[in-house]
């Protein structure tokens, strides 16, 4: 079966979002769902006893203390998370978050029990100097660092190239099987089998070709997760493909 991540970044109010979750659960359906902080107890009571699971889409590196404005490992688990997002672009490029940190998140969320979507992907400057491969695998790289107890905790490895979040342009599917061939034999040096995701950019009319592509085992998805109709249409294509 192919995983299909929403990523709701800082979209949807309460209502929205509890419509949204509450029609995915009468459906019956098993996608991972990232909504922002706020509405993270409400959607985790929303969807409770169904086969969605909720996700962050970011952790704190501290444990608990005097950091305004983050949010603990432990707080999202309390709140019903068992997923959480690391290392998304907005977060790499936005906030300027790189492998010191990124390490330090890893291990508090994998230290809490919480199972990890690791993102990786390259900028067009990256992909357009030929370096698309040496980039995610030195993203990738960031992993090598967990113990093996950590790295069990690594739910799903997403490869996002940055030019295709948010701006209409998907990577071909020969690109992102491409990167993903690559990313999946690091991953087996490493003695991770989590599976590999796609985003950027997936909608209802690319996601079948993406999610056909041998190593593409789901997709994650931002704008178009926000719309029952087009996220229940990627969810379709995944259960079909
Ligand atoms: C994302 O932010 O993870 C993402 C893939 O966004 P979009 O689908 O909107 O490109």
């Known amino acids: 079966m192919r995983i299909v991540a929403a990523n709701w970044k800082m979209n949807l109010r309460r209502q929205s979002a509890?419509?949204?979750?509450?029609?995915?659960k009468a459906d019956?359906?098993?996608c991972w769902l990232f909504p922002s902080f706020p509405?993270?107890?409400?959607?985790?009571?929303?969807?409770?006893?169904?086969?969605?699971?909720?996700?962050?889409?970011?952790?704190?590196?501290?444990?608990?203390?005097?950091?305004?404005?983050?949010?603990?490992?432990?707080?999202?688990?309390?709140?019903?998370?068992?997923?959480?997002?690391?290392?998304?672009?907005?977060?790499?490029?936005?906030?300027?978050?790189?492998?010191p940190l990124l390490l330090r998140k890893l291990k508090r969320a994998a230290a809490e029990g919480l199972k990890i979507v690791y993102c990786v992907g390259e900028t067009l400057a990256e992909r357009q100097a030929g370096r698309a491969e040496t980039v995610t695998g030195e993203q990738?790289?960031?992993?090598?660092?967990?113990?093996e107890s950590e790295r069990a905790m690594i739910a799903a490895v997403a490869y996002e190239p940055v030019w295709a979040i948010g701006t209409g342009e998907n990577a071909t599917p020969q690109q992102a099987q491409e990167i993903h061939a690559g990313l999946r034999a690091a991953l087996q040096r490493l003695g991770i089998s989590a599976p590999l995701l796609y985003g950027g950019s997936v909608k209802p009319d690319n996601a079948r070709e993406l999610l056909t592509q041998p190593d593409v085992?789901?997709?994650?998805?931002?704008?178009?997760?926000?719309?029952?109709?087009?996220?229940?249409?990627?969810d379709n294509a995944a259960m079909e493909a």
Do not use: M, N, W
């Open 217 to 234: 085992a789901g997709v994650l998805v931002g704008g178009a997760s926000l719309d029952y109709e087009s996220l229940a249409a990627i």
């Open 39 to 99: 509405l993270l107890p409400a959607v985790a009571q929303a969807i409770a006893g169904s086969g969605l699971l909720l996700g962050a889409q970011d952790v704190s590196p501290e444990e608990d203390g005097a950091f305004t404005g983050d949010v603990s490992a432990g707080q999202l688990a309390d709140a019903g998370c068992s997923l959480v997002l690391v290392g998304h672009s907005e977060r790499r490029h936005g906030h300027g978050e790189r492998h």
């Open 18 to 24: 509890l419509e949204l979750a509450s029609r995915l």
């Open 28 to 30: 019956g359906r098993q």
């Open 140 to 147: 990738l790289g960031t992993l090598q660092k967990l113990d």
